[in-house]
């Protein structure tokens, strides 16, 4: 009787379901068996199908703090995802944008790690969480010290010794990743969950923006043209810079909804004018959800968003400036560019969870032989 494939799969940090854990959870309908290896987790947030797989964590999750301030603790995430034993599994995947696909690969083993980005904070995004006014003195001093560190672990676990087989989100990342790994890389887009938003649309004058607050999503730009436009705008979402946003927003017209629930996001999509997506995203799930929702998407000419959004589903503007994302929405309230609802629905379901499962299935299957 043949022995049954032993399969681990790594994933950075198990804190929440965004777009990544939702990657996750698709990878893991194809591997029913495998077994989840993670820097720290708090079960209470994420779903019971992950929740259903037996989940190891670092030493990071024992640590003061570790769990709840864990971001701090990125110094010692190298060592921590090494540290992990993977002795006896066949097939190791890793569903990484920071640490999880520089596990120590056992010789017999085969690794395919998806790629949702290289570390952003110590690439081409430094500036934008460690910059004068992103961060303290000594957490900029600190940064500075470790970048090159972390830069050449970063490359050196990305060899062909470490991983058979790079898959990336984007076209968008596998250019990144050729440029700081040296390493090519097959893409496999992402998904989104048409049924979710499959709800009649009902739209209505304001603009959305939404997703988690992070330094380079920009939301930041959105606010402010959306203040000197005096047209209505939703920011809904949460994160490391909400408090930030929360500052932003007061005094003005713009109503930020905080932390929303899954009910009020769908109904968001289904009634806003249109969804403004300012920051230069990897992929960028949220235009998908949109566009599934039958909402058209204002997005900047960069990024993952130039490999969803067609002429037919949104308009692009091409920098990150006030005056060119203004310029964007005026088009659109002067009826220059017209969307139509189907349009945004039929692009959206050219990614669907059973697409993305069946190209995943076969580049796993093009390096790992059963």
Request: proline content about 4%; hydrophobic content about 40%.
């Amino acid at each position: 009787m043949a022995r049954e494939i032993r399969v681990a799969i790594i994933h950075d940090w198990l804190n929440g379901m965004r777009g990544g854990e939702a990657v996750l959870e698709a990878i893991l309908e194809l591997y029913p068996q495998a077994e989840i290896f993670t820097l720290i987790c708090e079960r209470e947030k994420i779903s019971k199908s992950i929740l259903s797989h037996r989940i190891h964590t670092s030493r990071i999750q024992n640590l003061p703090g570790g769990v709840t301030n864990y971001r701090y603790f990125l110094p010692m995430m190298p060592k921590a995802i090494e540290a992990f034993d993977l002795r006896g599994f066949d097939l190791i995947i890793s569903s990484s944008h920071c640490v999880a696909k520089g596990i120590r690969k056992p010789q017999s083993a085969v690794h395919v790690s998806y790629v949702h980005s290289p570390m952003r904070y110590i690439w081409d995004r430094f500036e934008d969480y460690f910059g004068s006014g992103r961060a303290s003195l000594p957490v900029r001093i600190a940064a500075n010290t470790l970048r090159s560190r972390l830069q050449k672990w970063d490359r050196r676990t990305s060899s062909k010794e470490n991983i058979d087989l790079i898959l990336s989100n984007s076209k968008f990342i596998s250019n990144r990743i050729l440029e700081f790994w040296g390493r090519d890389s097959r893409v496999v887009h992402p998904f989104v969950e048409l049924s979710r938003f499959g709800k009649p649309r009902t739209a209505k004058d304001f603009y959305l923006v939404f997703g988690a607050f992070a330094p380079y999503k920009r939301v930041d730009l959105a606010i402010e043209a959306f203040r000197k436009l005096q047209l209505p705008l939703v920011v809904a979402g949460g994160g490391q810079d909400l408090e930030r946003i929360r500052g932003l927003v007061k005094d003005t017209r713009i109503d930020l909804i905080a932390d929303p629930t899954n009910s009020q996001v769908e109904k968001l999509y289904s009634e806003c004018r249109a969804m403004v997506f300012p920051g230069i995203e990897d992929f960028g799930i949220t235009p998908l959800e949109a566009m599934a929702s039958g909402a058209p998407v204002v997005g900047i000419d960069a990024g993952g968003v130039k490999e969803t959004v067609t002429p037919d589903t949104g308009l692009f503007f091409s920098e990150q400036t006030v005056e060119s994302l203004s310029a964007a929405i005026l088009r659109l309230e002067r009826g220059e560019v017209k969307i139509s609802e189907a349009a945004c629905r039929r692009r959206a379901a050219d990614f669907s969870r059973t697409r993305f499962q069946r190209e995943f299935l076969a580049a796993v299957d093009s390096v790992f032989s059963k």
